[in-house]
Protein backbone atom coordinates (compact mmCIF):
# COMPACT_ATOMS: atom_id res chain seq x y z
CA UNK A 1 0.00 0.00 0.00
CA UNK A 2 1.27 3.74 -0.84
CA UNK A 3 2.58 5.33 2.41
CA UNK A 4 0.92 8.82 1.70
CA UNK A 5 -2.49 6.59 0.86
CA UNK A 6 -1.30 4.95 4.13
CA UNK A 7 -1.37 8.26 6.30
CA UNK A 8 -4.80 9.62 4.53
CA UNK A 9 -6.28 6.12 5.72
CA UNK A 10 -5.36 6.59 9.15
CA UNK A 11 -6.07 10.53 9.48
CA UNK A 12 -9.43 9.55 8.44
CA UNK A 13 -10.06 6.99 11.01
CA UNK A 14 -8.70 9.15 13.51
CA UNK A 15 -10.80 11.93 12.63
CA UNK A 16 -14.26 9.60 12.42
CA UNK A 17 -13.02 8.72 15.98
CA UNK A 18 -12.54 12.50 16.86
CA UNK A 19 -15.89 13.20 15.41
CA UNK A 20 -18.25 10.68 17.34
CA UNK A 21 -16.68 11.52 20.70
CA UNK A 22 -17.64 15.08 19.46
CA UNK A 23 -21.07 13.60 18.67
CA UNK A 24 -20.93 11.46 22.24
CA UNK A 25 -20.18 15.31 23.70
CA UNK A 26 -23.08 17.19 21.80
CA UNK A 27 -25.88 14.61 22.55
CA UNK A 28 -24.75 14.93 26.50
CA UNK A 29 -24.78 18.73 26.36
CA UNK A 30 -28.66 19.48 27.64
CA UNK A 31 -27.44 22.93 29.24
CA UNK A 32 -25.26 25.57 30.12
CA UNK A 33 -23.63 23.16 33.07
CA UNK A 34 -23.21 20.45 30.51
CA UNK A 35 -21.44 22.93 28.13
CA UNK A 36 -19.26 24.25 30.25
CA UNK A 37 -18.64 21.77 32.84
CA UNK A 38 -19.82 18.36 32.23
CA UNK A 39 -22.31 18.34 34.91
CA UNK A 40 -19.79 18.53 37.42
CA UNK A 41 -19.21 14.54 36.57
CA UNK A 42 -16.23 14.01 34.44
CA UNK A 43 -14.15 10.78 35.31
CA UNK A 44 -10.91 11.66 37.05
CA UNK A 45 -8.90 9.54 34.63
CA UNK A 46 -10.57 12.16 31.53
CA UNK A 47 -10.44 15.01 33.72
CA UNK A 48 -6.28 13.96 34.54
CA UNK A 49 -5.71 13.42 30.44
CA UNK A 50 -7.78 16.74 29.56
CA UNK A 51 -5.83 18.65 31.76
CA UNK A 52 -2.11 16.72 30.34
CA UNK A 53 -3.54 17.26 26.86
CA UNK A 54 -4.59 20.97 26.92
CA UNK A 55 -1.43 21.85 29.24
CA UNK A 56 0.98 20.18 26.70
CA UNK A 57 0.22 20.89 23.25
CA UNK A 58 2.11 21.38 19.71
CA UNK A 59 3.72 24.81 21.52
CA UNK A 60 5.43 22.28 24.02
CA UNK A 61 6.33 19.67 21.44
CA UNK A 62 7.28 21.60 18.27
CA UNK A 63 8.21 25.36 19.84
CA UNK A 64 9.68 24.29 22.77
CA UNK A 65 11.12 20.72 21.71
CA UNK A 66 12.85 23.17 18.85
CA UNK A 67 14.06 25.74 21.66
CA UNK A 68 15.69 22.81 23.15
CA UNK A 69 17.22 22.55 20.13
CA UNK A 70 19.27 25.10 20.49
CA UNK A 71 19.50 25.78 24.27
CA UNK A 72 19.82 22.76 25.02
CA UNK A 73 19.31 20.17 28.45
CA UNK A 74 18.70 23.28 30.55
CA UNK A 75 14.78 22.80 29.03
CA UNK A 76 14.28 20.28 31.74
CA UNK A 77 14.19 21.94 34.35
CA UNK A 78 10.51 23.25 32.69
CA UNK A 79 9.87 19.78 32.92
CA UNK A 80 10.35 19.94 36.76
CA UNK A 81 8.20 22.85 36.90
CA UNK A 82 5.14 21.31 35.01
CA UNK A 83 5.37 18.52 37.20
CA UNK A 84 5.77 19.79 40.60
CA UNK A 85 3.71 23.04 40.05
CA UNK A 86 1.68 22.10 37.11
CA UNK A 87 0.09 19.36 38.49
CA UNK A 88 1.32 18.79 42.55
CA UNK A 89 0.47 22.12 43.56
CA UNK A 90 -2.31 22.56 41.25
CA UNK A 91 -4.33 19.92 42.09
CA UNK A 92 -3.65 19.14 45.69
CA UNK A 93 -3.50 22.99 46.70
CA UNK A 94 -5.77 24.82 44.07
CA UNK A 95 -7.77 21.99 42.72
CA UNK A 96 -9.12 20.78 45.82
CA UNK A 97 -10.55 23.91 46.63
CA UNK A 98 -11.16 25.72 43.24
CA UNK A 99 -13.61 22.64 43.15
CA UNK A 100 -14.97 23.06 46.54
CA UNK A 101 -15.70 27.08 46.22
CA UNK A 102 -16.94 27.04 42.21
CA UNK A 103 -19.44 24.36 43.28
CA UNK A 104 -20.86 26.99 46.42
CA UNK A 105 -20.69 29.51 43.87
CA UNK A 106 -22.47 27.91 41.42
CA UNK A 107 -19.20 29.35 38.68
CA UNK A 108 -19.02 27.75 35.45
CA UNK A 109 -15.92 29.68 34.10
CA UNK A 110 -12.87 30.76 35.67
CA UNK A 111 -13.72 34.55 35.31
CA UNK A 112 -16.89 33.79 36.90
CA UNK A 113 -15.04 32.02 39.74
CA UNK A 114 -13.28 35.15 40.60
CA UNK A 115 -15.82 37.51 39.67
CA UNK A 116 -18.61 35.34 42.23
CA UNK A 117 -15.81 34.99 44.98
CA UNK A 118 -15.08 38.53 45.07
CA UNK A 119 -18.87 39.86 44.33
CA UNK A 120 -17.74 42.06 40.97
CA UNK A 121 -18.64 42.14 37.86
CA UNK A 122 -15.78 43.87 36.76
CA UNK A 123 -13.71 40.91 37.65
CA UNK A 124 -15.37 38.61 35.67
CA UNK A 125 -15.72 40.97 32.70
CA UNK A 126 -12.18 42.02 32.74
CA UNK A 127 -10.95 38.77 33.04
CA UNK A 128 -13.10 37.59 29.95
CA UNK A 129 -12.16 40.53 28.17
CA UNK A 130 -8.66 39.67 28.83
CA UNK A 131 -8.82 36.00 27.96
CA UNK A 132 -10.77 36.19 24.82
CA UNK A 133 -7.75 39.42 23.24
CA UNK A 134 -4.70 37.21 24.32
CA UNK A 135 -5.73 33.44 24.50
CA UNK A 136 -5.91 33.85 20.44
CA UNK A 137 -2.06 34.43 20.46
CA UNK A 138 -1.27 31.60 22.44
CA UNK A 139 -3.79 29.27 20.54
CA UNK A 140 -2.16 30.41 16.91
CA UNK A 141 1.35 29.42 18.57
CA UNK A 142 -0.23 25.81 18.62
CA UNK A 143 -1.96 25.71 15.27
CA UNK A 144 1.01 27.24 13.63
CA UNK A 145 2.83 23.93 15.28
CA UNK A 146 -0.40 21.49 14.02
CA UNK A 147 0.27 23.51 10.66
CA UNK A 148 3.97 23.24 10.29
CA UNK A 149 3.67 19.24 10.77
CA UNK A 150 0.82 18.81 8.35
CA UNK A 151 2.73 20.63 5.89
CA UNK A 152 6.06 18.87 6.27
CA UNK A 153 4.46 15.23 6.66
CA UNK A 154 1.71 15.62 3.91
CA UNK A 155 3.35 18.14 2.09
CA UNK A 156 -0.06 20.33 2.53
CA UNK A 157 0.34 23.74 1.63
CA UNK A 158 0.44 26.10 4.91
CA UNK A 159 -2.41 28.19 4.31
CA UNK A 160 -5.09 25.34 3.89
CA UNK A 161 -3.31 23.17 6.56
CA UNK A 162 -4.59 25.95 9.21
CA UNK A 163 -7.69 26.13 7.28
CA UNK A 164 -8.90 22.84 7.39
CA UNK A 165 -7.61 22.20 10.98
CA UNK A 166 -9.15 25.11 12.19
CA UNK A 167 -12.75 23.67 10.14
CA UNK A 168 -12.26 20.45 11.90
CA UNK A 169 -11.99 21.54 15.39
CA UNK A 170 -14.87 24.55 15.20
CA UNK A 171 -17.57 21.74 14.62
CA UNK A 172 -17.15 19.56 17.49
CA UNK A 173 -15.98 22.62 20.08
CA UNK A 174 -19.07 24.77 18.99
CA UNK A 175 -21.47 21.88 19.04
CA UNK A 176 -20.20 19.22 22.00
CA UNK A 177 -18.90 21.99 24.35
CA UNK A 178 -16.77 20.48 26.88
CA UNK A 179 -17.59 16.97 27.30
CA UNK A 180 -16.81 16.75 23.84
CA UNK A 181 -13.62 18.19 24.12
CA UNK A 182 -13.07 16.37 27.14
CA UNK A 183 -13.95 13.26 25.54
CA UNK A 184 -11.56 14.26 22.88
CA UNK A 185 -8.46 14.93 24.84
CA UNK A 186 -8.68 11.73 26.62
CA UNK A 187 -8.64 10.23 23.55
CA UNK A 188 -5.97 12.69 21.83
CA UNK A 189 -4.05 12.60 25.15
CA UNK A 190 -3.95 8.71 25.10
CA UNK A 191 -2.57 8.78 21.55
CA UNK A 192 0.40 11.71 23.00
CA UNK A 193 1.69 9.23 25.20
CA UNK A 194 1.62 6.23 23.32
CA UNK A 195 3.79 8.42 20.36
CA UNK A 196 6.38 10.24 22.95
CA UNK A 197 6.94 6.54 24.20
CA UNK A 198 8.19 5.41 20.70
CA UNK A 199 9.89 8.49 19.73
CA UNK A 200 12.11 8.56 23.18
CA UNK A 201 12.78 4.65 22.36
CA UNK A 202 13.72 4.89 18.83
CA UNK A 203 15.97 8.24 19.58
CA UNK A 204 18.25 6.33 21.94
CA UNK A 205 18.12 3.11 19.80
CA UNK A 206 19.96 5.10 17.36
CA UNK A 207 22.13 7.29 18.99
CA UNK A 208 23.68 3.50 20.77
CA UNK A 209 21.75 4.07 24.08
CA UNK A 210 21.62 7.03 26.79
CA UNK A 211 24.82 7.20 28.17
CA UNK A 212 25.97 6.86 24.27
CA UNK A 213 24.11 9.24 23.66
CA UNK A 214 24.47 11.90 25.94
CA UNK A 215 27.94 11.71 26.04
CA UNK A 216 28.12 12.60 21.93
CA UNK A 217 26.09 15.07 22.79
CA UNK A 218 28.55 16.39 25.20
CA UNK A 219 31.70 16.09 22.77
CA UNK A 220 29.50 17.94 20.07
CA UNK A 221 30.40 21.18 21.49
CA UNK A 222 33.68 20.87 21.56
CA UNK A 223 33.71 20.43 17.94
CA UNK A 224 35.66 22.90 15.94
CA UNK A 225 32.97 23.61 13.21
CA UNK A 226 30.53 22.99 15.38
CA UNK A 227 32.04 25.67 17.40
CA UNK A 228 32.16 27.95 14.49
CA UNK A 229 28.32 27.33 13.59
CA UNK A 230 27.67 28.24 17.86
CA UNK A 231 29.72 31.24 18.11
CA UNK A 232 26.62 33.70 17.87
CA UNK A 233 24.81 31.99 20.26
CA UNK A 234 28.20 32.02 22.98
CA UNK A 235 28.11 35.32 22.39
CA UNK A 236 24.33 35.00 24.21
CA UNK A 237 25.86 32.93 26.86
CA UNK A 238 25.94 29.22 25.36
CA UNK A 239 28.05 26.67 26.76
CA UNK A 240 26.92 23.32 25.45
CA UNK A 241 23.51 21.28 25.46
CA UNK A 242 23.92 19.46 28.45
CA UNK A 243 24.88 22.53 30.64
CA UNK A 244 23.32 25.52 31.78
CA UNK A 245 23.99 28.65 30.22
CA UNK A 246 26.46 31.01 31.57
CA UNK A 247 24.71 33.10 34.48
CA UNK A 248 22.64 36.00 33.63
CA UNK A 249 24.04 35.61 29.71
CA UNK A 250 20.76 36.55 27.39
CA UNK A 251 20.32 32.83 26.83
CA UNK A 252 20.61 32.21 30.98
CA UNK A 253 17.69 35.03 30.78
CA UNK A 254 15.82 33.70 28.20
CA UNK A 255 15.82 30.04 29.28
CA UNK A 256 15.42 30.72 33.11
CA UNK A 257 12.89 33.64 33.08
CA UNK A 258 10.95 33.49 29.89
CA UNK A 259 10.51 29.66 29.55
CA UNK A 260 10.82 27.88 32.58
CA UNK A 261 10.30 30.45 35.15
CA UNK A 262 7.37 31.98 32.90
CA UNK A 263 5.96 28.82 31.83
CA UNK A 264 6.04 27.08 34.77
CA UNK A 265 4.58 29.76 37.13
CA UNK A 266 2.02 31.05 34.71
CA UNK A 267 0.26 27.35 34.54
CA UNK A 268 -0.97 27.87 38.12
CA UNK A 269 -3.52 30.62 36.23
CA UNK A 270 -4.57 29.31 33.09
CA UNK A 271 -8.13 29.99 32.92
CA UNK A 272 -7.97 26.33 30.37
CA UNK A 273 -6.78 24.72 33.03
CA UNK A 274 -8.51 25.74 36.35
CA UNK A 275 -11.62 24.96 34.92
CA UNK A 276 -10.91 21.72 34.73
CA UNK A 277 -11.36 21.23 38.51
CA UNK A 278 -15.09 22.03 38.57
CA UNK A 279 -15.92 19.20 35.75
CA UNK A 280 -15.19 16.62 39.10
CA UNK A 281 -17.92 15.61 41.64
CA UNK A 282 -15.37 15.20 44.87
CA UNK A 283 -11.82 15.57 45.97
CA UNK A 284 -11.46 11.94 45.69
CA UNK A 285 -11.31 12.64 41.73
CA UNK A 286 -8.54 15.06 41.87
CA UNK A 287 -6.49 12.92 44.02
CA UNK A 288 -6.84 9.71 41.34
CA UNK A 289 -6.15 12.12 38.81
CA UNK A 290 -2.19 13.01 40.11
CA UNK A 291 -0.35 10.66 39.07
CA UNK A 292 -1.78 9.79 35.42
CA UNK A 293 -0.91 13.97 34.90
CA UNK A 294 2.53 13.28 36.25
CA UNK A 295 3.44 10.62 34.34
CA UNK A 296 1.76 12.31 30.99
CA UNK A 297 3.46 15.90 31.93
CA UNK A 298 6.72 13.86 32.31
CA UNK A 299 6.60 12.10 29.26
CA UNK A 300 5.42 14.37 26.90
CA UNK A 301 7.95 17.51 27.92
CA UNK A 302 10.67 15.36 28.98
CA UNK A 303 10.79 13.45 25.58
CA UNK A 304 10.91 16.34 23.50
CA UNK A 305 13.20 18.22 25.05
CA UNK A 306 15.53 15.45 25.45
CA UNK A 307 14.60 14.92 21.16
CA UNK A 308 15.29 18.28 20.77
CA UNK A 309 18.77 18.73 22.51
CA UNK A 310 20.14 15.10 20.67
CA UNK A 311 18.67 16.32 17.12
CA UNK A 312 22.07 17.89 17.35
CA UNK A 313 23.91 15.01 17.48
CA UNK A 314 21.90 12.97 14.58
CA UNK A 315 22.05 16.48 12.32
CA UNK A 316 25.80 16.45 12.61
CA UNK A 317 26.77 13.78 11.59
CA UNK A 318 24.30 13.91 8.88
CA UNK A 319 25.09 16.97 7.31
CA UNK A 320 27.60 18.47 9.90
CA UNK A 321 25.33 21.34 10.61
CA UNK A 322 23.81 21.68 14.15
CA UNK A 323 19.90 21.28 14.71
CA UNK A 324 18.73 25.08 13.87
CA UNK A 325 21.25 25.49 10.84
CA UNK A 326 19.82 22.30 9.05
CA UNK A 327 16.41 23.06 9.82
CA UNK A 328 16.57 26.54 9.08
CA UNK A 329 14.67 27.35 12.24
CA UNK A 330 13.41 26.86 15.60
CA UNK A 331 10.16 25.94 14.85
CA UNK A 332 11.77 23.56 12.03
CA UNK A 333 13.82 21.25 14.32
CA UNK A 334 11.45 18.56 15.11
CA UNK A 335 9.55 18.45 12.20
CA UNK A 336 12.77 18.16 10.16
CA UNK A 337 14.21 15.93 12.50
CA UNK A 338 11.23 13.02 12.22
CA UNK A 339 11.03 13.38 8.64
CA UNK A 340 14.57 12.65 8.41
CA UNK A 341 15.34 10.21 10.80
CA UNK A 342 12.28 8.08 11.75
CA UNK A 343 10.50 5.95 9.49
CA UNK A 344 7.92 6.91 6.99
CA UNK A 345 5.23 4.78 9.29
CA UNK A 346 6.44 6.65 12.50
CA UNK A 347 5.59 10.29 10.74
CA UNK A 348 2.39 8.97 9.98
CA UNK A 349 2.05 7.86 14.12
CA UNK A 350 3.69 11.43 15.60
CA UNK A 351 1.56 13.35 12.60
CA UNK A 352 -1.70 11.96 13.95
CA UNK A 353 -0.38 12.57 17.63
CA UNK A 354 0.68 15.59 16.82
CA UNK A 355 -3.01 16.62 15.42
CA UNK A 356 -4.10 15.21 18.68
CA UNK A 357 -1.85 17.30 20.85
CA UNK A 358 -3.05 20.47 18.99
CA UNK A 359 -6.51 19.53 18.92
CA UNK A 360 -6.87 18.87 22.44
CA UNK A 361 -4.97 21.85 23.37
CA UNK A 362 -6.98 24.25 20.52
CA UNK A 363 -10.56 22.97 20.96
CA UNK A 364 -10.27 23.54 25.33
CA UNK A 365 -8.69 27.17 24.06
CA UNK A 366 -11.81 27.65 21.68
CA UNK A 367 -14.12 26.60 24.51
CA UNK A 368 -12.64 28.74 27.08
CA UNK A 369 -12.90 31.82 24.74
CA UNK A 370 -16.09 31.27 24.07
CA UNK A 371 -17.29 30.97 27.09
CA UNK A 372 -15.83 33.85 28.13
CA UNK A 373 -17.69 35.80 25.85
CA UNK A 374 -20.71 33.94 26.27
CA UNK A 375 -20.93 33.76 30.13
CA UNK A 376 -18.41 36.51 31.06
CA UNK A 377 -18.62 39.31 28.79
CA UNK A 378 -22.27 39.04 28.17
CA UNK A 379 -23.12 37.56 31.50
CA UNK A 380 -26.16 35.54 31.36
CA UNK A 381 -28.68 34.24 33.69
CA UNK A 382 -28.29 30.49 34.96
CA UNK A 383 -31.40 29.58 33.67
CA UNK A 384 -31.04 30.91 30.13
CA UNK A 385 -29.28 28.20 28.93
CA UNK A 386 -30.24 28.77 24.98
CA UNK A 387 -29.17 31.79 24.83
CA UNK A 388 -26.35 31.64 26.65
CA UNK A 389 -25.09 28.76 24.38
CA UNK A 390 -25.70 30.37 21.33
CA UNK A 391 -23.62 33.68 22.51
CA UNK A 392 -20.71 31.42 23.41
CA UNK A 393 -21.07 29.47 20.01
CA UNK A 394 -20.66 32.46 18.37
CA UNK A 395 -17.77 33.58 20.77
CA UNK A 396 -15.63 30.49 19.86
CA UNK A 397 -16.83 31.08 15.97
CA UNK A 398 -15.30 34.61 16.18
CA UNK A 399 -12.15 33.22 18.37
CA UNK A 400 -11.14 30.63 15.38
CA UNK A 401 -11.20 33.02 12.58
CA UNK A 402 -8.77 35.91 14.76
CA UNK A 403 -6.88 32.66 15.62
CA UNK A 404 -6.26 31.65 12.22
CA UNK A 405 -5.60 35.57 10.98
CA UNK A 406 -3.00 35.19 13.61
CA UNK A 407 -1.50 32.01 12.53
CA UNK A 408 -0.55 33.39 9.05
CA UNK A 409 0.85 36.84 10.93
CA UNK A 410 3.04 35.41 13.52
CA UNK A 411 5.39 32.92 11.83
CA UNK A 412 6.09 36.05 9.65
CA UNK A 413 7.52 38.53 12.80
CA UNK A 414 8.81 36.00 14.84
CA UNK A 415 11.71 33.29 14.50
CA UNK A 416 10.37 30.87 17.58
CA UNK A 417 7.16 32.36 17.28
CA UNK A 418 5.51 29.73 19.12
CA UNK A 419 7.14 29.35 22.40
CA UNK A 420 7.09 33.34 22.49
CA UNK A 421 3.56 33.69 21.96
CA UNK A 422 3.34 30.71 24.86
CA UNK A 423 5.22 32.82 27.09
CA UNK A 424 3.90 35.49 26.69
CA UNK A 425 0.12 34.25 27.68
CA UNK A 426 1.34 31.91 30.56
CA UNK A 427 3.02 34.87 32.00
CA UNK A 428 0.37 37.58 31.88
CA UNK A 429 -1.85 34.80 32.97
CA UNK A 430 0.34 34.74 36.23
CA UNK A 431 0.77 38.44 36.46
CA UNK A 432 -2.67 39.30 36.31
CA UNK A 433 -4.21 36.41 38.27
CA UNK A 434 -2.39 34.28 40.43
CA UNK A 435 -2.16 36.40 43.13
CA UNK A 436 -5.96 37.27 42.97
CA UNK A 437 -6.17 33.36 42.19
CA UNK A 438 -4.58 32.77 45.60
CA UNK A 439 -6.50 35.04 47.63
CA UNK A 440 -9.73 33.80 46.31
CA UNK A 441 -8.64 30.07 47.74
CA UNK A 442 -7.19 30.78 50.53
CA UNK A 443 -7.65 34.62 52.54
CA UNK A 444 -10.93 35.14 53.47
CA UNK A 445 -10.60 38.24 54.20
CA UNK A 446 -9.28 39.56 51.01
CA UNK A 447 -11.43 42.75 49.61
CA UNK A 448 -12.90 43.10 46.15
CA UNK A 449 -10.46 46.79 46.34
CA UNK A 450 -7.26 44.60 46.63
CA UNK A 451 -8.61 41.60 44.21
CA UNK A 452 -9.33 44.55 40.89
CA UNK A 453 -6.29 46.66 42.18
CA UNK A 454 -3.85 43.43 41.78
CA UNK A 455 -5.55 42.34 38.78
CA UNK A 456 -4.93 45.67 37.00
CA UNK A 457 -1.68 46.43 37.99
CA UNK A 458 -0.27 42.77 37.18
CA UNK A 459 -2.25 43.18 33.78
CA UNK A 460 -0.69 46.61 33.20
CA UNK A 461 2.61 46.46 34.05
CA UNK A 462 2.65 43.18 32.07
CA UNK A 463 1.94 44.58 28.98
CA UNK A 464 4.05 47.89 29.31
CA UNK A 465 6.68 45.39 29.83
CA UNK A 466 6.05 43.66 26.97
CA UNK A 467 5.90 46.42 24.77
CA UNK A 468 8.45 48.63 26.02
CA UNK A 469 11.44 46.75 27.65
CA UNK A 470 11.29 43.25 26.75
CA UNK A 471 13.20 42.90 23.40
CA UNK A 472 10.92 39.76 21.36
CA UNK A 473 7.88 41.38 21.94
CA UNK A 474 8.91 45.05 22.15
CA UNK A 475 10.70 44.90 18.82
CA UNK A 476 7.49 43.50 17.07
CA UNK A 477 5.14 46.06 18.72
CA UNK A 478 7.66 48.57 17.43
CA UNK A 479 6.72 51.77 19.52
CA UNK A 480 9.61 52.54 21.30
CA UNK A 481 11.41 52.81 17.79
CA UNK A 482 8.05 55.10 16.69
CA UNK A 483 8.46 57.09 20.11
CA UNK A 484 12.27 58.07 19.55
CA UNK A 485 11.57 58.58 15.75
CA UNK A 486 13.98 56.10 14.56
CA UNK A 487 11.71 53.74 12.41
CA UNK A 488 13.95 50.42 11.48
CA UNK A 489 16.53 51.38 13.69
CA UNK A 490 17.96 48.63 16.43
CA UNK A 491 16.32 50.13 19.00
CA UNK A 492 14.00 47.24 20.53
CA UNK A 493 14.49 48.97 24.33
CA UNK A 494 14.53 51.62 26.54
CA UNK A 495 17.35 50.74 27.98
CA UNK A 496 20.33 49.07 27.00
CA UNK A 497 20.77 46.89 29.82
CA UNK A 498 21.29 43.28 29.18
CA UNK A 499 19.60 41.59 32.03
CA UNK A 500 16.61 44.43 31.48
CA UNK A 501 16.12 43.77 27.74
CA UNK A 502 15.43 39.79 28.67
CA UNK A 503 14.06 39.83 31.59
CA UNK A 504 10.35 38.13 31.02
CA UNK A 505 7.60 40.44 32.36
CA UNK A 506 6.10 38.13 34.91
CA UNK A 507 9.49 38.77 36.81
CA UNK A 508 8.05 42.46 36.78
CA UNK A 509 4.30 41.96 36.89
CA UNK A 510 3.66 39.36 39.35
CA UNK A 511 5.55 41.16 42.41
CA UNK A 512 4.06 44.42 41.19
CA UNK A 513 0.72 42.94 41.47
CA UNK A 514 1.44 41.31 44.74
CA UNK A 515 2.89 44.50 46.21
CA UNK A 516 -0.41 46.48 44.95
CA UNK A 517 -2.47 43.48 46.09
CA UNK A 518 -1.39 43.63 49.75
CA UNK A 519 -1.39 47.50 50.01
CA UNK A 520 -4.70 47.81 49.02
CA UNK A 521 -5.38 44.63 51.41
CA UNK A 522 -4.31 46.44 54.32
CA UNK A 523 -5.65 49.90 53.75
CA UNK A 524 -9.15 48.13 52.95
CA UNK A 525 -9.56 45.01 55.00
CA UNK A 526 -11.62 46.99 58.07
CA UNK A 527 -13.52 49.61 56.04
CA UNK A 528 -14.84 47.59 52.87
CA UNK A 529 -14.75 43.57 53.96
CA UNK A 530 -16.96 41.60 51.72
CA UNK A 531 -20.27 40.09 53.48
CA UNK A 532 -19.88 37.36 55.87
CA UNK A 533 -22.57 35.60 54.39
CA UNK A 534 -20.21 35.33 50.87
CA UNK A 535 -17.59 34.26 52.76
CA UNK A 536 -19.30 31.46 54.43
CA UNK A 537 -21.06 30.51 51.74
CA UNK A 538 -17.72 30.43 49.30
CA UNK A 539 -15.64 28.55 52.10
CA UNK A 540 -18.26 25.67 53.06
CA UNK A 541 -17.05 22.71 53.62
CA UNK A 542 -13.37 23.65 53.40
Known amino acids: MDQQFATYIIIIVYLGIVSILGILGWRRTKNTQDYMLGGRRIHPAVMALSYGATFISTSAIIGFGGYAGVFGFSLLWLTFLNI ?8 VFFGKRTRRIGHNLNAHTFPEFLGKRFNSIFIQKFAGVAIFVFMPVYTAAVMIGVAK ?12 ALFVFAAIVAAYVIFGGIKGVMYSDAFQGSLMLIGMIALVIMLYSQLGG ?16 VMEQTANLKVGGFTGWTSMPALFSKNWMTVVTSIVAGVGIGVLAQPQ ?48 MISVAAAGGTDNIIPMFLNTFTSPWFVTLFLVMMMAAGMSTISSQFHTMGTAVGRDIFTQKTDDH ?9 GVLIAIIV ?11 WDGAIAIATGLFFGLCGAAFLPMFVGALYAKNMTKAAAISGLIAGFSSSILWMVFFHTKEASVFGLVNAILGTPGAPVNSLSSSMIIQN ?17 VQLFTREKQPLSSEL ?8
Open 84 to 91: FLGVFIAF
Open 149 to 160: ILETGLGIPYNI
Open 210 to 225: ITSAHQALTALASKPT
Open 273 to 320: LAVRFMTVKSDREINRAIPIGGIFILFMTGVAFVVGALSNVLFFNESG
Open 386 to 394: NKGLMVSRI
Open 403 to 413: TVILSYVLPQI
Open 503 to 519: LDPLFIALPVSIIVTVV
Open 535 to 542: VDKSFNGI
